[in-house]
């Protein structure tokens, strides 16, 4: 079986620019978040979705958005880009909104210059 | 908020020795998972714990939950060069939909 899958795999943008990302999860999977990791860092909590609902947000500004498509893959919108947006931004499905075992994407490395 | 210290940050390990990483929570936790991070990759899961003191083990790498449910580790004997990597522990914040990574613990293998 397929694991999650992330388009593209990398990405240079321009400040100012907007940037969309995909994730496909896991067959079966129905839950999707997106992170963000600097390096060195741990991945960073962005969004959470379920069933095509929004469950859960992190601290990132409203320059972020995403959503959830009724064959449960998603998108990760960034507008007007910052240079401090350059990251490895990562997907991950689960099973169900509350099971905790998370499967991670490849990742979609974004540079901003 | 919720604060999660992962120590030591990195780790040079001699092929064949063992080592522990820690993970510390300023607040008790419901669980804690851990996972690995080869360079250039992706995090990948590795266990879950839930229960107080509960102890889990995976060939060479034993992770253990403290009593008090504000720390956990993972120690890994007779390591080897697959085990370079950086180890990540994740802690539920705001209930399930969102986990709070430490920074890691980056490991190097030297053969």
């Known amino acids: 079986d397929a694991g999650v899958t992330q388009s593209p795999t990398h990405l240079i943008k321009t400040r100012g620019q907007h940037v969309t990302l995909r994730c496909s999860p896991i067959?079966?999977?129905?839950?999707v978040s997106w992170y963000q990791q600097v390096l060195g860092q741990g991945p960073q909590f962005i969004f959470q979705y379920y069933e095509k609902e929004e469950r859960g947000r992190g601290n990132f500004p409203d320059r972020f958005s995403a959503r959830q498509f009724p064959n449960y893959s998603s998108e990760l919108n960034v507008n007007a880009l910052l240079l401090g947006d350059s990251a490895l931004y990562l997907c991950?499905?689960?099973?169900?909104?509350?099971?905790?075992?998370?499967?991670f994407g490849p990742g979609t490395r974004l540079t901003v210059t | 908020g919720q604060q999660v210290m992962q120590i030591p940050q990195y780790q040079h390990v001699q092929e064949g020795e063992d080592f522990t990483t820690y993970c510390n929570s300023s607040t008790t936790l419901s669980n804690i998972q851990w996972y690995k991070q080869r360079p250039g990759g992706h995090p990948v899961f590795l266990i879950q714990?839930?229960?107080?003191?509960e102890v889990k083990k995976q060939k060479r790498l034993t992770f253990q939950f403290g009593e008090a449910k504000k720390n956990s580790s993972l120690h890994i004997t007779a390591t080897q060069t697959t085990d370079v990597g950086t180890y990540f522990c994740s802690l539920p914040r705001g209930g399930n939909n969102r986990l709070a990574f430490g920074k890691g613990n980056q490991v190097v293998v030297i053969p």
């Open positions: 714990l839930v229960k107080s003191g």
């Open positions: 067959s079966g999977h129905k839950s």
């Open positions: 991950a499905s689960r099973v169900a909104e509350a099971t905790y075992e998370q499967y």
